[in-house]
């Protein structure tokens, strides 16, 4: 097989692996619309982090914008397997090569990864020199809606994408483990992008609210610009000193506030 037919059968790979990832990704989002802003919009109105609704033109905008960025990570997911092709990464086909226990091992491994990977690459995209010309165009969305959560650039769409062939040269992954850790993903960006609070009041309070980050966390980063930089964990934000000041007196509102009291106005 030549090079050629090499990197058709990787975009072929590349085009099915993409369409899994978009149904996933619109699947996601459209049914987090539907619960949130259609069918629960008044009775969860008092859980919304930032009140006012969002206008038609931002959720097209944001919705466009994702759909770029799927093209965008088709590109890399068919340079990724074009790379193993040539034996350039770590995937693997036979579960028994390093067992069960690797298979959940390694997809932990590539969350805690992810988590490090976005956390300093957001920090820096939000320098001043970076920002406009990388980072803005995610936060034109002040007011994240689930559309939100792949609505980048191209050159954030790369950077975003970039994570894929960072987990798959350096951790050994069978391709099961590859799409948990991508189904993950998918999921955890979509309810962090939902603009209303999930989890109850008390949550912050627990182990797992210090260490899960909530839609509150990321919808007072798009509000603010500043601070709350983390993905999934809340690890880096306590370490770096980066959590907004306000985010758990936000977070109190609008996980505790109540369809009578002054938080749901």
Known sequence: MDA????????????????????????????????????????????????????????????????????VFGLVTTGVIFAEFYGLTRLYGRIDTFGWAWLVASFALAVVLHDAYFYWTHRLMHHPRVFRLIHRTHHLSTNPTPW???????????????????????????????????????V???????????????FLRTWAGKLLNTPTHHALHHERFRGNYGLYFNVWDR??????????????????????????S
């Open 188 to 202: 955890f960006n979509v309810f962090g992008h939902c603009g209303y609070e999930i989890y109850p009041r008390w």
């Open 239 to 264: 370490l770096m000193g980066t959590n907004h000041p306000e985010y758990e007196a936000r977070f109190g509102r609008a996980a505790g506030g109540s369809p009578a009291s002054p938080a749901a």
């Open 148 to 186: 939100a959560a792949y609505a980048f650039s191209v050159p954030e769409a790369v950077v975003q994408a970039g994570i894929g062939p960072v987990v798959v040269c350096l951790i050994p992954m069978h391709g099961l483990a590859f799409l948990a850790f991508m189904t993950w993903q998918i």
């Open 4 to 71: 050629f037919d090499r990197l058709a059968r990787s975009a072929r790979a590349a085009a099915g692996v993409t369409l899994t990832d978009a149904t996933f990704y619109v699947v996601g989002a459209a049914a987090l619309w539907l619960v949130f802003y259609v069918l629960l919009r008044r009775p969860l109105g008092h859980r919304k982090v930032v009140p006012r609704a969002p206008s038609a033109r931002q959720v097209g905008r944001e919705a466009a914008h994702s759909l770029r960025s799927l093209l």
